[in-house]
């Protein structure tokens, strides 16, 4: 019996340490804070939905993350990218700049990826506004907002 468990656990410790998909590639976070080739989904999927959930369902058992899916507050994309850009309550900013990453130990968005996330979280989990925010529109933000 002994035997039969060796190849087994064998099979999967090489399962366990297999290279990162090609998507996890696209997701490289650099030195900078920043991730390269990530899309609003994948921001998401990375980023967001540990607390947000895979749903957008969010979480109340420990802290309190807000749902996104079917939720009103959405309806302003301007709303949303600002939140992701300063962070509320229990979530921590996004738009930090690589010089402030340091102390926050964060993540920095650049604008179109801020734009992609609003852009996705704003027509996806049964959310269905189409309008859509621009990285223009979220750079404008940022400098209204004096970041």
């Known amino acids: 019996m002994r035997r039969g468990l060796l190849p087994s656990g064998l099979a999967l410790v090489l399962l366990a340490v297999q290279p990162a998909s090609h998507a996890d590639e696209a997701f490289a976070m650099q030195s900078t804070g920043q991730f390269s080739k990530a899309d609003g989904a994948t921001i ?6 540990g607390c947000h959930m895979p749903e957008g369902q969010g979480a109340s058992q420990v802290g309190h993350y807000p749902a996104l899916a079917g939720n009103p507050t959405l309806a302003s994309p301007h709303y949303v990218a600002m939140t992701i ?6 979530m921590p900013a996004f738009g930090v700049t690589p010089a402030q990453l340091a102390q926050t ?3 920095a968005l650049t604008d179109a990826q801020v734009a992609d996330v609003t852009n996705y979280l704003r027509t996806h989990f049964g959310n269905r506004y189409e309008d859509r925010i621009s990285a223009a529109d979220v750079a404008e933000l940022r400098r209204a907002a004096g970041e």
């Open 105 to 107: 130990r964060g993540v």
């Open 85 to 90: 850009l300063q962070g509320r309550k229990n």
């Open 44 to 49: 998401y999927r990375h980023v967001c939905q």
